[in-house]
Protein backbone atom coordinates (compact mmCIF):
# COMPACT_ATOMS: atom_id res chain seq x y z
CA UNK A 1 0.00 0.00 0.00
CA UNK A 2 1.46 3.41 -1.32
CA UNK A 3 1.97 6.37 1.94
CA UNK A 4 -1.47 7.84 0.42
CA UNK A 5 -3.19 4.70 1.21
CA UNK A 6 -1.76 4.52 4.99
CA UNK A 7 -2.49 8.15 5.24
CA UNK A 8 -5.93 7.71 4.00
CA UNK A 9 -6.94 4.65 5.92
CA UNK A 10 -5.44 5.80 9.19
CA UNK A 11 -7.64 9.07 8.38
CA UNK A 12 -10.64 6.90 8.39
CA UNK A 13 -10.23 5.14 11.07
CA UNK A 14 -9.50 8.38 13.35
CA UNK A 15 -12.95 9.89 11.75
CA UNK A 16 -14.96 6.98 12.82
CA UNK A 17 -13.29 7.14 15.88
CA UNK A 18 -14.48 10.65 16.70
CA UNK A 19 -17.77 10.48 15.05
CA UNK A 20 -18.28 7.24 17.40
CA UNK A 21 -16.98 9.59 20.42
CA UNK A 22 -18.96 12.33 19.67
CA UNK A 23 -22.51 9.76 19.08
CA UNK A 24 -21.89 8.29 22.18
CA UNK A 25 -22.33 10.92 24.93
CA UNK A 26 -25.07 11.89 23.02
CA UNK A 27 -26.72 8.83 22.70
CA UNK A 28 -26.57 8.72 26.58
CA UNK A 29 -28.20 12.25 26.93
CA UNK A 30 -31.23 11.04 24.84
CA UNK A 31 -31.23 7.74 26.22
CA UNK A 32 -31.20 9.26 30.16
CA UNK A 33 -33.71 11.97 29.19
CA UNK A 34 -36.20 9.20 27.92
CA UNK A 35 -35.88 6.92 30.90
CA UNK A 36 -36.31 10.95 32.77
CA UNK A 37 -39.54 11.76 31.19
CA UNK A 38 -40.90 7.71 31.76
CA UNK A 39 -39.93 8.17 35.24
CA UNK A 40 -42.03 11.71 35.58
CA UNK A 41 -44.56 10.09 33.82
CA UNK A 42 -45.12 7.46 35.94
CA UNK A 43 -45.14 9.76 39.05
CA UNK A 44 -47.27 12.35 37.70
CA UNK A 45 -44.73 15.32 37.42
CA UNK A 46 -45.88 16.38 34.00
CA UNK A 47 -44.97 19.74 34.26
CA UNK A 48 -41.07 19.11 33.89
CA UNK A 49 -42.10 17.18 30.46
CA UNK A 50 -41.26 19.84 28.31
CA UNK A 51 -38.14 20.99 29.29
CA UNK A 52 -36.92 17.69 29.05
CA UNK A 53 -38.17 17.42 25.79
CA UNK A 54 -36.29 20.59 24.53
CA UNK A 55 -33.30 19.17 25.84
CA UNK A 56 -33.97 15.89 24.02
CA UNK A 57 -34.84 17.77 20.82
CA UNK A 58 -31.60 19.84 21.39
CA UNK A 59 -29.26 16.69 21.36
CA UNK A 60 -31.35 15.10 18.26
CA UNK A 61 -30.60 18.11 16.36
CA UNK A 62 -26.99 17.96 17.54
CA UNK A 63 -26.04 14.73 16.90
CA UNK A 64 -27.83 15.30 13.24
CA UNK A 65 -25.47 18.03 12.61
CA UNK A 66 -22.53 15.41 13.69
CA UNK A 67 -23.71 13.01 11.88
CA UNK A 68 -23.96 15.42 8.82
CA UNK A 69 -20.15 16.28 9.08
CA UNK A 70 -19.08 12.61 9.00
CA UNK A 71 -21.29 11.34 6.92
CA UNK A 72 -19.64 9.15 4.15
CA UNK A 73 -20.84 8.14 0.75
CA UNK A 74 -22.20 4.47 2.05
CA UNK A 75 -23.53 6.15 5.10
CA UNK A 76 -27.43 6.44 5.53
CA UNK A 77 -29.31 9.67 6.59
CA UNK A 78 -29.63 8.98 10.18
CA UNK A 79 -30.63 12.55 11.18
CA UNK A 80 -34.19 11.76 11.58
CA UNK A 81 -33.67 8.19 13.13
CA UNK A 82 -34.83 9.76 16.37
CA UNK A 83 -36.80 12.82 16.60
CA UNK A 84 -38.94 13.24 19.24
CA UNK A 85 -42.00 15.85 19.59
CA UNK A 86 -42.95 18.60 22.24
CA UNK A 87 -46.48 16.56 22.33
CA UNK A 88 -45.25 13.33 21.78
CA UNK A 89 -45.72 10.11 24.81
CA UNK A 90 -43.15 8.85 26.02
CA UNK A 91 -43.07 5.00 24.41
CA UNK A 92 -44.12 2.62 27.31
CA UNK A 93 -41.39 -0.02 27.99
CA UNK A 94 -42.88 -1.25 31.72
CA UNK A 95 -43.34 -4.85 32.36
CA UNK A 96 -44.51 -7.74 30.07
CA UNK A 97 -40.95 -9.32 28.55
CA UNK A 98 -39.30 -11.84 29.89
CA UNK A 99 -35.88 -13.77 29.08
CA UNK A 100 -31.88 -13.69 29.89
CA UNK A 101 -29.77 -11.38 28.18
CA UNK A 102 -26.28 -10.59 27.70
CA UNK A 103 -25.17 -6.90 27.50
CA UNK A 104 -21.74 -6.02 26.18
CA UNK A 105 -20.60 -2.60 25.93
CA UNK A 106 -16.79 -0.89 27.09
CA UNK A 107 -18.67 2.53 27.73
CA UNK A 108 -20.03 1.95 32.09
CA UNK A 109 -22.03 4.69 31.11
CA UNK A 110 -23.80 2.48 28.24
CA UNK A 111 -24.39 -0.52 30.16
CA UNK A 112 -26.00 1.74 33.07
CA UNK A 113 -28.35 3.71 30.92
CA UNK A 114 -29.52 0.47 28.32
CA UNK A 115 -29.23 -2.29 31.42
CA UNK A 116 -31.68 -0.24 33.53
CA UNK A 117 -33.97 0.47 30.34
CA UNK A 118 -34.00 -3.18 29.56
CA UNK A 119 -34.62 -4.61 33.35
CA UNK A 120 -37.41 -1.78 33.47
CA UNK A 121 -39.04 -3.98 30.61
CA UNK A 122 -38.79 -6.77 32.43
CA UNK A 123 -35.87 -8.47 31.28
CA UNK A 124 -33.34 -10.10 33.56
CA UNK A 125 -29.03 -8.49 31.99
CA UNK A 126 -25.82 -9.39 32.84
CA UNK A 127 -23.57 -6.98 31.51
CA UNK A 128 -19.96 -7.63 29.83
CA UNK A 129 -17.34 -4.73 29.59
CA UNK A 130 -15.27 -6.18 26.22
CA UNK A 131 -15.87 -8.88 23.75
CA UNK A 132 -13.10 -11.39 25.73
CA UNK A 133 -15.32 -11.02 28.80
CA UNK A 134 -18.75 -11.97 26.65
CA UNK A 135 -17.23 -14.73 25.48
CA UNK A 136 -16.32 -16.54 28.94
CA UNK A 137 -19.78 -15.44 30.27
CA UNK A 138 -21.70 -17.09 27.23
CA UNK A 139 -19.38 -19.99 27.98
CA UNK A 140 -20.50 -20.56 31.71
CA UNK A 141 -23.69 -19.06 31.54
CA UNK A 142 -27.27 -19.57 29.65
CA UNK A 143 -28.36 -16.53 27.68
CA UNK A 144 -31.58 -15.93 25.28
CA UNK A 145 -29.79 -13.22 23.43
CA UNK A 146 -26.68 -10.90 23.43
CA UNK A 147 -26.78 -7.17 22.74
CA UNK A 148 -23.24 -6.79 21.22
CA UNK A 149 -21.90 -3.12 20.30
CA UNK A 150 -19.80 -3.23 16.96
CA UNK A 151 -16.85 -0.34 18.01
CA UNK A 152 -14.84 -2.02 21.23
CA UNK A 153 -11.12 -2.23 22.05
CA UNK A 154 -8.94 -5.27 21.61
CA UNK A 155 -11.90 -7.26 20.28
CA UNK A 156 -14.43 -5.55 18.67
CA UNK A 157 -18.06 -6.88 18.40
CA UNK A 158 -17.94 -8.18 14.69
CA UNK A 159 -14.43 -10.39 16.07
CA UNK A 160 -16.70 -11.43 18.91
CA UNK A 161 -19.91 -12.41 16.82
CA UNK A 162 -17.19 -14.40 14.73
CA UNK A 163 -16.05 -16.47 18.27
CA UNK A 164 -19.73 -16.77 18.67
CA UNK A 165 -20.96 -18.17 16.19
CA UNK A 166 -18.18 -21.04 15.61
CA UNK A 167 -19.95 -22.30 18.83
CA UNK A 168 -23.77 -21.34 18.77
CA UNK A 169 -25.41 -20.74 15.97
CA UNK A 170 -28.12 -18.51 14.78
CA UNK A 171 -31.35 -19.67 16.02
CA UNK A 172 -29.32 -21.11 18.80
CA UNK A 173 -28.41 -17.78 20.72
CA UNK A 174 -29.56 -14.40 18.72
CA UNK A 175 -26.79 -11.66 18.73
CA UNK A 176 -28.50 -8.32 17.49
CA UNK A 177 -25.14 -5.64 16.62
CA UNK A 178 -25.70 -1.93 18.54
CA UNK A 179 -23.77 0.78 16.64
CA UNK A 180 -23.13 4.39 16.80
CA UNK A 181 -21.54 4.89 13.54
CA UNK A 182 -23.95 5.71 10.66
CA UNK A 183 -21.51 3.71 8.15
CA UNK A 184 -23.26 0.37 6.72
CA UNK A 185 -19.69 -1.64 6.54
CA UNK A 186 -19.81 -2.65 10.08
CA UNK A 187 -23.48 -3.97 9.99
CA UNK A 188 -22.81 -5.41 6.50
CA UNK A 189 -19.69 -7.23 7.57
CA UNK A 190 -21.88 -8.41 10.95
CA UNK A 191 -25.09 -9.70 9.16
CA UNK A 192 -22.51 -11.73 6.59
CA UNK A 193 -21.33 -13.43 10.29
CA UNK A 194 -24.20 -14.75 11.44
CA UNK A 195 -25.82 -11.82 13.22
CA UNK A 196 -29.55 -11.47 13.74
CA UNK A 197 -30.39 -8.14 13.71
CA UNK A 198 -28.76 -4.75 14.74
CA UNK A 199 -29.85 -1.45 16.05
CA UNK A 200 -28.36 2.15 15.93
CA UNK A 201 -27.18 4.22 18.99
CA UNK A 202 -28.67 6.49 20.05
CA UNK A 203 -31.34 3.77 21.19
CA UNK A 204 -35.03 3.96 20.30
CA UNK A 205 -35.79 1.75 22.83
CA UNK A 206 -39.44 1.18 21.14
CA UNK A 207 -37.79 -0.28 18.47
CA UNK A 208 -35.10 -2.22 20.63
CA UNK A 209 -37.19 -3.94 22.57
CA UNK A 210 -39.09 -4.70 19.18
CA UNK A 211 -36.45 -6.44 17.81
CA UNK A 212 -35.11 -8.27 20.93
CA UNK A 213 -38.81 -9.54 21.12
CA UNK A 214 -38.84 -10.74 17.66
CA UNK A 215 -35.69 -12.53 17.91
CA UNK A 216 -36.68 -14.03 21.51
CA UNK A 217 -39.75 -15.09 19.41
CA UNK A 218 -38.35 -16.48 16.38
CA UNK A 219 -35.29 -18.52 19.03
CA UNK A 220 -38.29 -19.91 20.68
CA UNK A 221 -40.13 -21.50 17.39
CA UNK A 222 -36.71 -22.52 16.59
CA UNK A 223 -36.55 -24.47 19.75
CA UNK A 224 -40.32 -25.75 19.79
CA UNK A 225 -39.39 -26.58 16.00
CA UNK A 226 -36.35 -29.07 17.19
CA UNK A 227 -38.43 -30.28 20.32
CA UNK A 228 -41.42 -31.48 17.81
CA UNK A 229 -38.46 -32.88 15.69
CA UNK A 230 -36.71 -34.81 18.34
CA UNK A 231 -40.38 -35.95 19.38
CA UNK A 232 -40.74 -37.13 15.64
CA UNK A 233 -37.83 -39.09 15.85
CA UNK A 234 -38.38 -40.65 19.04
CA UNK A 235 -42.43 -41.49 18.07
CA UNK A 236 -40.40 -43.04 15.01
CA UNK A 237 -37.97 -45.10 16.52
CA UNK A 238 -40.25 -46.63 19.03
CA UNK A 239 -42.83 -47.22 16.36
CA UNK A 240 -39.69 -49.07 14.14
CA UNK A 241 -38.73 -50.83 16.95
CA UNK A 242 -42.40 -51.98 18.11
CA UNK A 243 -43.79 -52.84 14.59
CA UNK A 244 -39.87 -54.22 13.44
CA UNK A 245 -40.94 -57.22 15.74
CA UNK A 246 -43.52 -57.92 13.87
CA UNK A 247 -42.96 -56.66 10.38
CA UNK A 248 -39.39 -55.80 8.25
CA UNK A 249 -37.76 -52.53 7.80
CA UNK A 250 -38.85 -52.07 4.44
CA UNK A 251 -42.78 -52.43 5.22
CA UNK A 252 -42.64 -50.40 8.55
CA UNK A 253 -40.84 -47.42 6.55
CA UNK A 254 -43.55 -47.94 3.70
CA UNK A 255 -45.78 -47.10 6.78
CA UNK A 256 -44.17 -44.00 8.09
CA UNK A 257 -42.92 -42.50 5.24
CA UNK A 258 -45.54 -43.05 2.29
CA UNK A 259 -47.97 -41.06 2.20
CA UNK A 260 -51.15 -43.72 1.19
CA UNK A 261 -48.90 -46.53 3.35
CA UNK A 262 -51.63 -46.58 5.56
CA UNK A 263 -54.31 -47.54 2.44
CA UNK A 264 -56.19 -50.29 2.38
CA UNK A 265 -55.67 -51.33 -1.17
CA UNK A 266 -52.82 -53.11 -3.20
CA UNK A 267 -51.20 -53.38 -6.80
CA UNK A 268 -49.75 -56.29 -9.13
CA UNK A 269 -46.52 -56.74 -9.02
CA UNK A 270 -44.06 -59.58 -10.15
CA UNK A 271 -42.48 -60.90 -6.98
CA UNK A 272 -40.36 -63.75 -6.15
CA UNK A 273 -42.00 -65.75 -3.10
CA UNK A 274 -39.57 -67.71 -0.36
CA UNK A 275 -41.21 -70.47 1.99
CA UNK A 276 -39.36 -72.03 4.49
CA UNK A 277 -40.01 -74.29 7.32
CA UNK A 278 -38.55 -76.84 9.78
CA UNK A 279 -39.07 -80.40 9.06
CA UNK A 280 -41.09 -82.46 11.66
CA UNK A 281 -41.30 -79.52 14.59
CA UNK A 282 -44.84 -80.60 15.02
CA UNK A 283 -43.89 -83.87 16.17
CA UNK A 284 -40.78 -82.54 17.87
CA UNK A 285 -42.96 -79.83 20.02
CA UNK A 286 -44.48 -83.11 22.26
CA UNK A 287 -41.44 -84.39 23.35
CA UNK A 288 -39.98 -80.77 24.60
CA UNK A 289 -40.79 -78.19 27.34
CA UNK A 290 -42.73 -74.70 26.33
CA UNK A 291 -39.47 -72.85 27.05
CA UNK A 292 -37.28 -74.86 24.99
CA UNK A 293 -39.76 -74.87 22.14
CA UNK A 294 -39.80 -71.26 22.35
CA UNK A 295 -35.84 -71.18 22.52
CA UNK A 296 -35.58 -73.15 19.70
CA UNK A 297 -37.76 -70.84 17.37
CA UNK A 298 -36.04 -68.07 18.44
CA UNK A 299 -32.95 -69.03 17.59
CA UNK A 300 -34.42 -70.55 14.19
CA UNK A 301 -36.86 -67.19 13.22
CA UNK A 302 -33.83 -64.39 14.56
CA UNK A 303 -31.60 -66.03 12.31
CA UNK A 304 -33.31 -66.64 9.24
CA UNK A 305 -34.85 -62.50 9.47
CA UNK A 306 -31.20 -61.42 9.74
CA UNK A 307 -30.25 -63.81 6.34
CA UNK A 308 -33.06 -62.29 4.73
CA UNK A 309 -33.02 -58.89 5.56
CA UNK A 310 -28.87 -59.03 4.49
CA UNK A 311 -30.60 -59.80 0.94
CA UNK A 312 -33.14 -57.34 1.24
CA UNK A 313 -36.06 -59.72 0.99
CA UNK A 314 -39.10 -58.62 3.32
CA UNK A 315 -40.37 -60.64 6.27
CA UNK A 316 -44.07 -61.00 5.36
CA UNK A 317 -44.98 -63.04 8.48
CA UNK A 318 -43.84 -66.23 10.93
CA UNK A 319 -46.23 -68.85 10.97
CA UNK A 320 -45.48 -71.03 13.62
CA UNK A 321 -41.88 -72.18 12.24
CA UNK A 322 -42.53 -71.48 9.19
CA UNK A 323 -41.06 -68.14 7.21
CA UNK A 324 -43.11 -66.07 4.16
CA UNK A 325 -40.86 -63.64 2.69
CA UNK A 326 -41.20 -62.10 -0.82
CA UNK A 327 -38.24 -60.34 -3.18
CA UNK A 328 -39.55 -57.45 -5.26
CA UNK A 329 -43.06 -56.35 -3.25
CA UNK A 330 -42.16 -53.30 -1.62
CA UNK A 331 -39.75 -52.03 -4.53
CA UNK A 332 -38.94 -54.06 -7.83
CA UNK A 333 -35.29 -54.51 -8.82
CA UNK A 334 -34.30 -55.80 -11.85
CA UNK A 335 -31.99 -59.14 -9.50
CA UNK A 336 -35.10 -60.02 -7.40
CA UNK A 337 -34.75 -63.61 -8.18
CA UNK A 338 -31.31 -64.34 -7.53
CA UNK A 339 -31.58 -62.35 -4.40
CA UNK A 340 -34.11 -64.95 -3.33
CA UNK A 341 -32.40 -68.19 -4.87
CA UNK A 342 -29.08 -66.94 -2.98
CA UNK A 343 -31.35 -66.15 0.15
CA UNK A 344 -32.78 -69.30 0.12
CA UNK A 345 -28.87 -71.22 -0.08
CA UNK A 346 -27.67 -68.38 2.89
CA UNK A 347 -30.65 -69.86 5.41
CA UNK A 348 -30.11 -73.16 4.29
CA UNK A 349 -25.99 -72.76 5.27
CA UNK A 350 -26.97 -70.60 8.08
CA UNK A 351 -29.14 -73.58 9.71
CA UNK A 352 -25.63 -74.93 10.98
CA UNK A 353 -25.10 -71.72 13.38
CA UNK A 354 -28.89 -72.41 14.63
CA UNK A 355 -27.90 -76.05 15.24
CA UNK A 356 -24.83 -74.87 17.08
CA UNK A 357 -26.93 -72.78 19.59
CA UNK A 358 -29.49 -75.50 20.08
CA UNK A 359 -26.49 -77.92 21.13
CA UNK A 360 -24.54 -75.69 23.54
CA UNK A 361 -28.29 -75.60 25.23
CA UNK A 362 -28.94 -79.39 24.96
CA UNK A 363 -31.50 -79.09 22.45
CA UNK A 364 -32.32 -81.11 19.18
CA UNK A 365 -31.04 -79.79 15.59
CA UNK A 366 -33.29 -79.09 13.56
CA UNK A 367 -33.49 -78.97 9.71
CA UNK A 368 -35.23 -76.71 7.27
CA UNK A 369 -36.97 -77.53 3.50
CA UNK A 370 -37.41 -73.94 0.81
CA UNK A 371 -39.79 -73.42 -1.51
CA UNK A 372 -38.95 -70.88 -3.83
CA UNK A 373 -41.98 -69.37 -6.70
CA UNK A 374 -42.11 -65.56 -9.06
CA UNK A 375 -44.94 -64.64 -10.33
CA UNK A 376 -47.73 -61.94 -10.56
CA UNK A 377 -49.32 -61.12 -6.90
CA UNK A 378 -51.45 -58.69 -5.30
CA UNK A 379 -49.35 -56.48 -2.82
CA UNK A 380 -50.78 -53.99 -0.30
CA UNK A 381 -52.40 -53.15 2.79
CA UNK A 382 -55.59 -55.91 3.36
CA UNK A 383 -58.06 -55.83 5.85
CA UNK A 384 -60.35 -53.08 7.83
CA UNK A 385 -59.51 -49.28 9.21
CA UNK A 386 -59.29 -51.09 12.43
CA UNK A 387 -57.08 -54.08 11.70
CA UNK A 388 -55.34 -54.68 8.60
CA UNK A 389 -51.90 -56.63 7.39
CA UNK A 390 -49.33 -55.81 4.63
CA UNK A 391 -48.91 -59.18 2.83
CA UNK A 392 -48.65 -60.35 -0.61
CA UNK A 393 -51.49 -62.82 -2.12
CA UNK A 394 -51.45 -64.90 -5.32
CA UNK A 395 -51.29 -68.03 -7.13
CA UNK A 396 -47.46 -67.35 -6.68
CA UNK A 397 -47.75 -67.72 -2.75
CA UNK A 398 -49.84 -70.67 -2.86
CA UNK A 399 -47.13 -72.32 -5.21
CA UNK A 400 -44.40 -71.33 -3.19
CA UNK A 401 -45.76 -73.05 -0.24
CA UNK A 402 -46.72 -76.00 -1.94
CA UNK A 403 -43.44 -76.59 -3.36
CA UNK A 404 -41.95 -76.47 -0.04
CA UNK A 405 -44.46 -79.09 1.24
CA UNK A 406 -42.21 -81.61 -1.09
CA UNK A 407 -38.98 -80.22 0.57
CA UNK A 408 -36.61 -82.45 2.69
CA UNK A 409 -34.29 -81.34 5.17
CA UNK A 410 -31.73 -79.38 3.44
CA UNK A 411 -33.37 -78.96 0.38
CA UNK A 412 -34.47 -75.96 -1.84
CA UNK A 413 -37.26 -76.52 -4.53
CA UNK A 414 -37.54 -73.70 -7.50
CA UNK A 415 -40.69 -73.38 -9.23
CA UNK A 416 -40.04 -73.41 -13.01
CA UNK A 417 -40.71 -69.48 -13.65
CA UNK A 418 -38.38 -69.04 -10.97
CA UNK A 419 -35.83 -71.49 -12.25
CA UNK A 420 -36.29 -69.46 -15.97
CA UNK A 421 -34.82 -66.46 -14.91
CA UNK A 422 -31.85 -67.77 -12.93
CA UNK A 423 -30.87 -71.09 -15.14
CA UNK A 424 -27.54 -68.78 -16.30
CA UNK A 425 -26.31 -68.90 -12.70
CA UNK A 426 -27.86 -72.01 -10.70
CA UNK A 427 -26.83 -75.49 -10.67
CA UNK A 428 -29.49 -78.07 -10.10
CA UNK A 429 -29.45 -81.66 -9.79
CA UNK A 430 -32.74 -82.79 -10.23
CA UNK A 431 -36.07 -82.15 -11.82
CA UNK A 432 -39.80 -83.09 -10.92
CA UNK A 433 -42.48 -83.27 -11.60
CA UNK A 434 -45.35 -82.54 -8.81
CA UNK A 435 -49.09 -81.79 -8.67
CA UNK A 436 -49.92 -79.26 -5.90
CA UNK A 437 -53.24 -79.52 -4.56
CA UNK A 438 -55.01 -76.22 -5.71
CA UNK A 439 -53.27 -76.64 -9.09
CA UNK A 440 -55.31 -77.33 -12.34
CA UNK A 441 -51.62 -79.11 -14.16
CA UNK A 442 -48.39 -80.84 -13.27
CA UNK A 443 -45.55 -78.23 -12.19
CA UNK A 444 -42.42 -78.88 -12.67
CA UNK A 445 -39.66 -78.21 -9.53
CA UNK A 446 -36.04 -77.76 -9.78
CA UNK A 447 -33.38 -78.53 -7.02
CA UNK A 448 -30.68 -76.30 -6.48
CA UNK A 449 -27.39 -77.11 -5.31
CA UNK A 450 -25.34 -74.01 -6.17
CA UNK A 451 -25.94 -70.08 -7.36
CA UNK A 452 -22.51 -68.84 -9.44
CA UNK A 453 -22.35 -65.07 -10.41
CA UNK A 454 -22.29 -62.12 -7.27
CA UNK A 455 -22.80 -64.19 -4.91
CA UNK A 456 -20.82 -67.96 -5.17
CA UNK A 457 -23.24 -70.21 -2.98
CA UNK A 458 -23.72 -73.85 -2.66
CA UNK A 459 -26.23 -75.59 -0.69
CA UNK A 460 -24.57 -77.55 2.41
CA UNK A 461 -23.56 -81.15 0.69
CA UNK A 462 -25.04 -84.03 2.92
CA UNK A 463 -22.63 -86.23 3.13
CA UNK A 464 -24.40 -89.24 5.79
CA UNK A 465 -23.09 -92.42 5.07
CA UNK A 466 -25.88 -95.37 5.44
CA UNK A 467 -24.66 -98.25 7.00
CA UNK A 468 -26.41 -102.11 6.49
CA UNK A 469 -27.69 -103.68 9.20
CA UNK A 470 -26.83 -106.88 10.73
CA UNK A 471 -30.43 -107.67 11.76
CA UNK A 472 -33.12 -105.69 9.40
CA UNK A 473 -35.92 -103.89 11.34
CA UNK A 474 -39.09 -105.20 10.46
CA UNK A 475 -41.57 -101.83 9.94
CA UNK A 476 -45.32 -101.31 8.55
CA UNK A 477 -46.06 -97.80 7.16
CA UNK A 478 -48.98 -96.75 5.45
CA UNK A 479 -49.21 -93.37 3.04
CA UNK A 480 -50.14 -90.05 4.09
CA UNK A 481 -52.51 -88.57 2.37
CA UNK A 482 -52.59 -84.80 2.71
CA UNK A 483 -52.83 -84.75 6.80
CA UNK A 484 -54.41 -88.11 7.06
CA UNK A 485 -52.81 -91.30 7.01
CA UNK A 486 -54.63 -94.20 4.51
CA UNK A 487 -56.04 -97.04 6.60
CA UNK A 488 -54.18 -99.49 4.39
CA UNK A 489 -50.62 -100.91 6.20
CA UNK A 490 -47.90 -102.17 4.31
CA UNK A 491 -44.71 -104.68 5.35
CA UNK A 492 -41.32 -103.66 5.26
CA UNK A 493 -37.65 -104.42 6.57
CA UNK A 494 -35.12 -101.44 7.50
CA UNK A 495 -32.13 -103.00 5.52
CA UNK A 496 -30.00 -99.49 6.40
CA UNK A 497 -30.08 -96.60 8.57
CA UNK A 498 -28.00 -93.36 8.55
CA UNK A 499 -28.19 -90.64 11.11
CA UNK A 500 -31.38 -88.71 8.68
CA UNK A 501 -32.50 -92.02 6.48
CA UNK A 502 -33.58 -95.27 5.72
CA UNK A 503 -33.44 -97.77 3.19
CA UNK A 504 -36.49 -99.77 3.28
CA UNK A 505 -37.11 -103.17 1.48
CA UNK A 506 -40.75 -103.92 0.74
CA UNK A 507 -43.15 -105.21 -1.80
CA UNK A 508 -45.33 -102.49 -1.56
CA UNK A 509 -45.14 -99.86 -4.22
CA UNK A 510 -43.99 -96.19 -3.34
CA UNK A 511 -43.88 -93.28 -5.56
CA UNK A 512 -40.90 -90.41 -4.68
CA UNK A 513 -41.98 -87.06 -2.74
CA UNK A 514 -44.42 -89.79 -0.63
CA UNK A 515 -44.61 -89.02 2.84
CA UNK A 516 -44.85 -91.98 5.31
CA UNK A 517 -45.90 -92.94 8.85
CA UNK A 518 -43.64 -95.95 10.09
CA UNK A 519 -43.71 -98.13 13.07
CA UNK A 520 -41.39 -100.72 13.62
CA UNK A 521 -43.20 -104.20 14.78
CA UNK A 522 -44.17 -104.49 18.30
CA UNK A 523 -44.99 -100.97 19.12
CA UNK A 524 -48.40 -98.81 18.97
CA UNK A 525 -49.05 -95.38 19.11
CA UNK A 526 -47.32 -92.16 18.12
CA UNK A 527 -44.56 -92.83 20.78
CA UNK A 528 -43.57 -96.04 18.17
CA UNK A 529 -44.07 -94.03 15.02
CA UNK A 530 -41.81 -91.83 12.55
CA UNK A 531 -42.32 -89.55 9.79
CA UNK A 532 -40.53 -90.16 6.61
CA UNK A 533 -40.42 -88.72 2.90
CA UNK A 534 -39.06 -91.42 -0.12
CA UNK A 535 -36.64 -89.81 -1.82
CA UNK A 536 -35.67 -92.47 -4.45
CA UNK A 537 -35.72 -95.88 -5.43
CA UNK A 538 -32.59 -98.09 -5.76
CA UNK A 539 -31.16 -98.33 -9.39
CA UNK A 540 -33.22 -101.50 -10.65
CA UNK A 541 -34.85 -102.46 -7.69
CA UNK A 542 -38.13 -101.47 -7.33
CA UNK A 543 -38.85 -103.25 -4.04
CA UNK A 544 -35.93 -100.67 -2.53
CA UNK A 545 -36.32 -97.19 -1.47
CA UNK A 546 -34.82 -94.62 0.58
CA UNK A 547 -36.60 -92.49 2.69
CA UNK A 548 -35.45 -89.16 4.48
CA UNK A 549 -36.91 -88.97 8.55
CA UNK A 550 -38.96 -85.62 9.27
CA UNK A 551 -38.79 -87.14 12.74
CA UNK A 552 -37.67 -90.37 14.63
CA UNK A 553 -39.80 -92.24 17.07
CA UNK A 554 -38.19 -93.31 20.57
CA UNK A 555 -38.88 -96.71 19.46
CA UNK A 556 -36.48 -96.53 16.60
CA UNK A 557 -33.41 -94.33 18.80
CA UNK A 558 -33.70 -97.21 21.18
CA UNK A 559 -33.42 -100.10 19.19
CA UNK A 560 -30.23 -102.22 19.58
CA UNK A 561 -29.69 -102.04 15.44
CA UNK A 562 -29.21 -98.40 15.71
CA UNK A 563 -27.38 -98.00 19.04
CA UNK A 564 -24.18 -97.37 17.04
CA UNK A 565 -25.69 -94.69 14.92
CA UNK A 566 -27.03 -92.62 17.96
Given amino acids: MSEDGRTGSEARTTLRKLQHDLRTPLGQILGYGEMLEEELGDRGLTALLPDLRHIRTAATTLLGLVDGVFRSDDAPDTASVRVSSDDADPAPTSGGHSGRLLLVDDEPANRELLGRQLERAGYDVAEAESGRAALTMIEEHEFDLVLLDVMMPDMDGVETLECIRRARSVSELPVIMATALTATNDIVAALALGANDYVTKPFDMALVSARIQAQLALRSAAREIEALAQQLEIRNLFLRRTFGRYLSDDVVTSLLENDQGLEIRGERRRVTILVADLRGFTSLTEALDPDEIVTILNNYLATMADVIQEYQGTVDEFLGDAILAHFGALATREDDTERAVACAIAMQRAIEDVNRVNREQRLPDVEMGIGVATGDVIVGNLGSEKRSKHTAIGSAVNLASRIEGYT ?24 RDVWPKGFEAPQQVHRVLAIQGKYELA ?42 GARIVSDAHVSELTELRIEIVGTEGEEGACYAKVVDHGEGLESVFTVRFSTRSSALAHHSSTQALI
Fill in 408 to 431: MGGEILLSHATFEEVADLVQIDRV
Fill in 459 to 500: VPVDRTLFIDLSEPIPVRFALLEGKSVSGSLHDGNIAALSST
